[in-house]
């Protein structure tokens, strides 16, 4: 089905989720890590708007923004399905892409990274934890009984944040708190297709070390 | 006929950008439906109940069930009533390309726009103002020379962007700024818009937004 390229960064939960999406679906890309420090001139080229990863070239045509691009994915290769043939059941998945990216993760990156108030930040993060938590149900994945596009835009969740909170020291996402989420992100770890397009946890574990100070139990 | 409109609610508010995307692809469409206008310092028990995570409008409520986020809904309608009118482009890579930009839209235009009508003009407008022109000439380059972002079909772009032009006047007013020399194609493309009654039915008189900035900006104390 044509030339498919990806322009990312392995550090990045964005580009990952791509990645998940091309590697459910048996998509052969070539795969391009982006020094974002030093962005190269194809990326420029092909996100001029935002001059961010993850991008994906399908023979020659970019599309930006990972969600975007998980939709275009689900649209072109139609095996291995991430989101229902139900119009209903889109929107709600939609719905929760949209909770997540736009609420939920930029929450919780405050909850780690707040200079003022920061039981305010962390106690948000939790509530919208528990939003989660609630949606998730009984069920053993967000799209049901296999992954979904809802669980892909949460990868962040699964292997990130239990990163950031060995980093830092601050428990966000405990099993006591967040049970049903916390069996989905064993769920989701398990899963080999994710276990493949992970990046090596060195990686973001690296990262993380220069960018937070460990917190305190005790604040 | 009015158990027949109850099967489509939209729960509103008249001066939202977001409501007016809903009722322009209810419009699209044909499709029947009951308005509700919500007071948003005191919200319905039907408001929090079935938009209990954001507590927000527009909510669309089909058959007793809630969608929520305009975009989300407009997406809903294109794929639920495919019969007439359709939305989005067929092609991925167009529906690639409408979504892109309507997230542009959602991420750069309210957020911007907002700083002119409800914060006090400092040194910070000129920037705002620059940054705003700025995207709106970067939608002005995806229009290109079509005469909808859809092509010769009004569609999913198109909706996404319209409903920020009822808010133009007031931004220009209290902004003190002026879009269409900087901008003609777009108000071109803007006015070519609102010759659809679909739109023209479904956006507010921007004067009407210029007088709600006004007395909201007393309530809030900006002057």
Known sequence: MGEVQLLGAKLSPFTCRVEIALNLKGIKYDFVEEDLQNKSPLLLKYNPVHKKVPVLVHNGKPIAESVVILEYIEETWKDTPILSGDPYERAMARFWVNFIDEKCMLSIWNAFSAKEEPEKAIKEACENLELLENELGGKKFFGGDSLGIVDIVACFLAFWLGIVQEVTGLELLTREKFPKLSGWVDQFLGCRIVKESLPPRELPLGFYRTRFQPKNAST | ?223
């Not at chain 2, 542009?104 to 409800?118: A, E, S």
């Not at chain 2, 071109?188 to 007088?211: A, F, G, N, Q, Y």
Request: charged share 30%; glycine share 6%.
């Open chain 2, 1 to 223: 006929r009015a158990r027949m409109t109850a099967e489509v609610i939209l729960l509103d508010f008249w001066p939202s950008m977001y409501g007016m995307r809903v009722r322009v692809a209810l419009a699209e469409k044909g499709i029947e439906y009951e308005s509700r206008e919500e007071d948003l310092r005191n919200k319905s028990a039907l408001l929090l109940k079935m938009n209990p995570v954001h507590k927000k409008i527009p909510v669309l409520i089909h058959n007793g069930k809630p969608v929520c986020e305009s975009l989300v809904a407009v997406q809903y309608i294109d794929e639920t009533w495919k019969d007439k009118a359709p939305l989005l482009p067929s092609d991925p890579y167009g529906k690639a390309q409408a979504r892109f930009w309507a997230d542009f839209v959602d991420k750069k235009l309210y957020d911007i726009g907002r700083k002119f009508v409800w914060e006090k003009q400092g040194e910070e407008g000129e920037a705002a103002k620059k940054e705003f022109i700025d995207c709106l000439k970067l939608l002005e380059g995806e229009l290109g020379n079509k005469p909808y972002f859809g092509g010769e079909i009004f569609g999913y772009l198109d909706i996404a962007l319209i409903t920020f032009y009822s808010w133009f006047y007031a931004f220009e007013t209290f902004g003190n700024f002026s879009i269409e020399p900087e901008c003609p194609k777009l108000i071109e493309w803007c006015k070519r818009c609102m010759e659809k009654e679909t739109v023209s039915k479904s956006l507010p008189d921007p004067h009407k937004i210029h007088d709600f900035v006004t007395q909201y900006r007393k309530v809030l104390g900006v002057e």
